[in-house]
């Protein structure tokens, strides 16, 4: 399976374990999931918009460093988020692609990249620690 459209009686899924195929992630597909955790595949390139949002029980999101476009309010009203980590450079962030995640703490980015993020993301200047 190499892309998840919008799933059916998703608000019910507490884990999920994604493809290592998978390249795609539809619009809306994890809307409203009560998802604990969640491991994105290192081949993923794309995550459409509001993808993930109101899902209420994220603390943690990894990016893979093969991610290259990140869809508007993907992991919007995600009130639990507190730490993501981009392992790569993302080529396009759509608009409040962590609007309203009130506990969000940390975006850790890859070290050299801060000036690339604060151009795409700068409503979130103040989130970003460059690793090593």
């Known amino acids: 399976m190499q892309s998840v459209k919008r799933l059916f ?3 019910q899924l ?6 290592n195929n998978l390249l795609y992630i539809g619009n809306s597909a ?3 999931c009560p998802l604990n955790g969640l491991i994105l595949p290192d081949c993923i390139k794309y995550i459409g918009a509001e ?3 109101c899902c209420r029980g994220l603390t943690q999101v990894i990016m893979p460093s093969s991610l290259l476009k ?3 309010f993907a992991f919007a009203k995600c009130n639990k988020l507190e730490v993501v ?9 759509g608009s409040g692609i962590f609007d309203e ?3 969000l703490k940390e975006i850790h980015i890859p070290k050299g990249s801060l000036e690339h993020y604060l151009k795409m993301m700068p409503f979130y200047k103040d989130l970003f620690v460059e690793d090593e």
């Not at 507490?14 to 493809?19: A, C, Q, R």
């Open 14 to 19: 507490e884990n999920v374990l994604l493809s």
């Open 51 to 53: 993808s993930f949002k």
């Open 101 to 103: 995640c009130s506990n």
């Open 70 to 72: 990140i869809g508007s």
């Open 85 to 93: 980590c981009f392992n790569g450079i993302l080529k396009y962030a």
């Open 9 to 11: 009686f998703a608000n």
């Open 30 to 32: 994890f809307y409203s």
